[in-house]
């Protein structure tokens, strides 16, 4: 039974990495779907989880932390503690979940992948720039996060404010950056270690 909670969370976190999203949604949902047992009628707590995920992906793309984040967290949280009434076992399968998430982000930015953000995830003031104009003059500039990058939001570098995309790590805000790379309109920034 934990085998498809987890298998669940990692083919969500594929699905920011990889084009064909809809598939690897379908069978996390799948696998959750078989976690919940809905053949043996347990619906509520499956829909309530489901919710939960939906909001806590809206509130992903949502710079700050708003009402999407915290109803999502007390949806998938309550979800399961509905359906286990046990409140260690909730706590542990969150925490796993948590490491389930890295391990997968980790292993695919090491295979070469990077998030994949459908255009209208891509804040308003990137279609400032053309998508002929060429950013590469970018790439390695030093700057400072000016909204949390979640995985999108805005950073200043020298006086220009731009829309980046963080590749892995949720970035807080005035949390020092670089340009890792520019691929096309998406500026790709990484934290500067310090």
Do not use: C
């Amino acid at each position: 039974m934990f085998i498809t909670l987890y298998l669940g969370v990692a083919l969500m976190t594929m699905s920011a990495f990889i084009k064909e999203k809809w598939i690897t949604m379908i069978l996390s949902f799948i696998s959750f779907g078989l976690y919940f047992q809905l053949i043996y009628g347990y619906w509520l707590p499956y829909l309530l989880f489901i919710l939960g995920i939906i909001l806590l992906i809206v509130e992903f793309y949502v710079p700050g932390f708003g009402i999407p984040g915290m109803l999502g967290i007390f949806a998938t949280t309550y979800a399961l503690y509905w359906y286990h009434q046990d409140a260690i076992y909730v706590l542990l399968a969150i925490a796993f979940s948590l490491f389930t998430v890295l391990i997968t982000a980790f292993i695919l930015s090491k295979m070469k992948y990077s998030i994949s953000i459908s255009p209208q995830f891509i804040l308003e003031a990137e279609m400032n720039h053309s998508a002929s104009s060429d950013l590469s003059f970018l790439v390695g500039k030093k700057g400072k996060a000016i909204t949390d990058l979640r995985p999108v939001g805005r950073a200043r570098f020298n006086n220009d404010i731009y829309d980046v995309l963080s590749e892995i790590d949720l970035i807080p805000s005035e949390t020092s950056i670089y340009v890792e790379r520019v691929e096309g309109s998406k500026i790709i920034v990484r934290k500067e270690n310090k």
